[in-house]
């Protein structure tokens, strides 16, 4: 079993900046995919960003070049650096873990861009 406990959401001006971090408790961290995944009132979830065990990352077009991924095994963390926020970036930021055909998911952290 894995925990997933997400923090750093908030409120944040456009042209903004917020870290998010996602700590894994539980089962082997290291061997998983994690990633970010977002909601917005009446949206689906969609996928943010991922990033694999050995480092590989991939970026939703909506944020390439402004979000940035990134793992610390050691910590049993990952992060989201957003940067260049925009009004349409408030949502709901969910981690997730996979491994193994299972997903893992947080209870969610609110990102609010609003001026």
């Known amino acids: 079993q894995v925990q997933l406990v997400e923090s750093g959401g908030g409120l944040v001006q456009p042209g903004g900046s917020l870290r998010l971090s996602c700590t894994a408790s539980?089962?082997?961290?290291?061997?998983?995919?994690m990633g970010w995944y977002r909601q917005a009132p009446g949206k689906q979830r969609e996928f943010v960003a991922v990033?694999?065990?050995?480092?590989?990352?991939n970026y939703a077009d909506s944020v390439k070049g402004r979000f940035t991924i990134s793992r610390d095994n050691a910590k049993n963390t990952v992060y989201l650096q957003m940067t260049s926020l925009k009004p349409e970036d408030t949502a709901v930021y969910y981690c997730?873990?996979?491994?193994?055909?299972?997903?893992?998911w947080g209870q969610g952290t609110q990102v609010t861009v609003s001026s």
């Open positions: 539980g089962s082997i961290f290291s061997s998983g995919v």
């Open positions: 997730n873990f996979y491994r193994s055909g299972t997903n893992y």
């Open positions: 990033v694999t065990s050995r480092g590989s990352t």
